[in-house]
C-alpha cells in the first residue's frame, strides 16, 4: 500500500502565482487532514474533511482553499501566494471515529519569494 | 477547546541515558493522546496512543508514555537513548468525539554518543 501520496514534494513560487497540492489516500480512509509546518510552531491544522463532501477550517485557513474530491482525494489551492506561506505541508487521513490515529504522507515544501 | 504544552524544544541525552520528554495538555472532556515521531525529512510516524484504560502505554522502539488525569500529562519516557532515537517528538491530543487533532510545537532530541 502506497498510504498518503502528495504532490509535489517541492515547489518554488512567486508572490500572487497560484498552485495545488494534491493528496490521495489508498487505505479507505473517512477524514483527511492538511497541516503545515513550521519550525517552533509544531503543525498547525489548515483544513480537515470529516468525511466525503464536507470541509471544516482549522486552526490557520486563511490564504487556502481546499476540495474533497472524492473519498481518496483531497487537494488544497494557494490561490495568491505570499512569502508568509512559505512552509512544509503536510497531508494525514485516519478513519472517523474512536481514536483519530493520522496516517501522513511525506511532506511538499513549498517556497514562496 | 483543546491544547498542548510541551515543554522544552530540544533536548539533549548521552546514549544509555534515560530519555524523558514533557507534554501538558488541555481538554473539556476525555481526552486522547498521542505521541508522534519525525525523522528527517519524513513525516510523522504513530508511537503510541492513549484511549481509554489502562494509563501506562507502550508503544514502538521501546518508547511508552503515561497519561496522568490529575496532572494532565502524558509524558515520553525511554530507560536507554540509541542513537537512532534522535528526531523531533510531537505530542498531540484529541478530544472524544471532536475530529480534529492538535498538536505540540515537538521537542527535537538529541542522542550525544
Known amino acids: 500500500n502506497a498510504g498518503v501520496t502528495q504532490t509535489p514534494k517541492f515547489q518554488v513560487l512567486k508572490t500572487g502565482q497560484s498552485m495545488t497540492l494534491q493528496c490521495a489516500q489508498d487505505m479507505n480512509h473517512n477524514s483527511m487532514y492538511w497541516y503545515r509546518q513550521d519550525p517552533g510552531m509544531g503543525l498547525r491544522l489548515i483544513y480537515y474533511s470529516a468525511s466525503e463532501g464536507t470541509t471544516d477550517k482549522g486552526e490557520v485557513p486563511n490564504g487556502y482553499n481546499v476540495s474533497r474530491l472524492n473519498k481518496r482525494e483531497f487537494s488544497l489551492r494557494l490561490e495568491s501566494a505570499a512569502p508568509s506561506q512559505t512552509s512544509v505541508y503536510f497531508c494525514?487521513?485516519?478513519?472517523?471515529?474512536?481514536?483519530?490515529?493520522?496516517?501522513f504522507g511525506a511532506g511538499s515544501r513549498l517556497t514562496v519569494l | 477547546a483543546q491544547s498542548v504544552t510541551q515543554l522544552g524544544s530540544h533536548v539533549s541525552v548521552s546514549e544509555g541515558a534515560l530519555v524523558l520528554l514533557r507534554c501538558n495538555y488541555s481538554?473539556?472532556?476525555?481526552?486522547?493522546l498521542f505521541w508522534y515521531v519525525q525523522y528527517p525529512n519524513q513525516g510523522l510516524q504513530l508511537l503510541l496512543k492513549y484511549t481509554t484504560g489502562a494509563t501506562l502505554v507502550k508503544g514502538i522502539n521501546g518508547f511508552e508514555a503515561e497519561f496522568k488525569k490529575s496532572e494532565t500529562s502524558f509524558h515520553l519516557t525511554k530507560p536507554s537513548a540509541h542513537m537512532s532515537d534522535a528526531a523531533e517528538y510531537f505530542c498531540?491530543?484529541?478530544?472524544?468525539?471532536?475530529?480534529?487533532?492538535?498538536f505540540g510545537i515537538g521537542t527535537k532530541l538529541q542522542v550525544i554518543p
Open positions: 481538554s473539556s472532556v476525555p481526552p486522547y
Open positions: 494525514a487521513s485516519s478513519e472517523r471515529g474512536g481514536a483519530n490515529v493520522l496516517t
Open positions: 498531540a491530543v484529541m478530544s472524544g468525539g471532536y475530529q480534529k487533532v492538535t
